[in-house]
């Protein structure tokens, strides 16, 4: 590709984490990508454009940047909350039982019309520029539900979750550390074939510090990488036990105290933002200008779920996160594409330099910026994962 007015390669040179290569070029070769410079660099070298015999793209003054990174949704589900939200736009608050609600659906639904529904999501996201998706389990809550879930999961993408511990299901009210035997036992023995991770919502009406702790430690043990739900409704154990548990990400953070603060800055545990959840619930967004002047890692991802946050827009996370969170622009893409990238402890995506991933997102637009600056506008105009256009 040639006639890339700004490109975002994540490369980090002093002073530019976004690695930005003005009037640039790209080569991609099987799915890689093989050089990238001025598109004068391009014309005088080998890599002259259209020398292999493959076709060239002009991006005629537009911006590229990494495809997005989206470490965290929850695609898999059946039924539809719309009176949820419409009833908390209309007052009623936010509260993580309406979990309970689209586990009862997706218990019912069938496989087919399970796949059918999460293709159509991920259709949805790749449109808007996402090339790599993480997807949980969490709506089955059951040993065969669970199972199917991430079974289906697995059918689009590798990186998968499983969050057996989302919240107790209504067969084991009162009794959750039952219910932990079973998630640690039996549900993640079925599912672990199918997942990369494990997680669990660290949260007052969820699990305490005690029972997720007893969750991650089964994950690991089962050889699962561990991400934690945490600090999303108010102050509490998630981030200090995610940091302990060395996970690779913490996500929610919204109430986050020094302490926590100064946990996650000394270790290798990402901060994901989840600012649709902010905008969806009306709850106040997290502050990632206090993360980023601690020198903690941020990602933004979208958290795309049926309840808290069901939007699968990448764009619309980076809008908020520079509008409400007091990110600059080249932060928020930064932690779209490099910062998830870091989340799910990935070195092929999330940048766009000799060896990765052939993933690329051409804007309708001469920036980066604009992602920000034109919020709900669609931008997002081509879209290729590993070389190919989707
Ligand atoms: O990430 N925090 C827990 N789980 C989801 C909410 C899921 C739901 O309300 O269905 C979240 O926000
Ligand atoms: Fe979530």
Redesign the pocket.
Known sequence: MTGIAELTTNAAVAGDPCGTIRDAAVRVHAGRVAWVGTTDAATSSAHRPGRDGLPVVDAAGRAVVPGFVDS?S?LV?AGD?ADEFAARMAGRS?A?G??R??VAATRAASDDDLRRRLRALVDECRAQGTTTLEIKT??GLDVETETRLARLAAEVTEEVTF?GA??VPAEFAGRPDDYIALVTGAMLEAAAPFARWIDV?C?DG?FTADQSRRVLDAGRARGLGIRV?GN?LGYGAGVALAVASGAAAV??CTYLTDDDLSALAASTTVATL?PG?EFS?RQPYPDARRLLDAGVTVALAS?C?????FTSSMPLMIALAVREMGMTPAEAVWAATAGGARALRRTDVGRIAPGARADLVLLEAPSRVHLAYRPGVPLVRRVWKDGVEV
Do not use: K, M
């Not at 779920?305 to 946050?309: L, M, R």
């Open positions: 965290h929850h589900f909350r936010y993580a309406g979990i609600t689209t969490g709506y969050l989302h919240v919502f949260e969820a739900h999303q996500d929610h989840l959840v619930t958290d779920n049926p309840g808290s946050s």
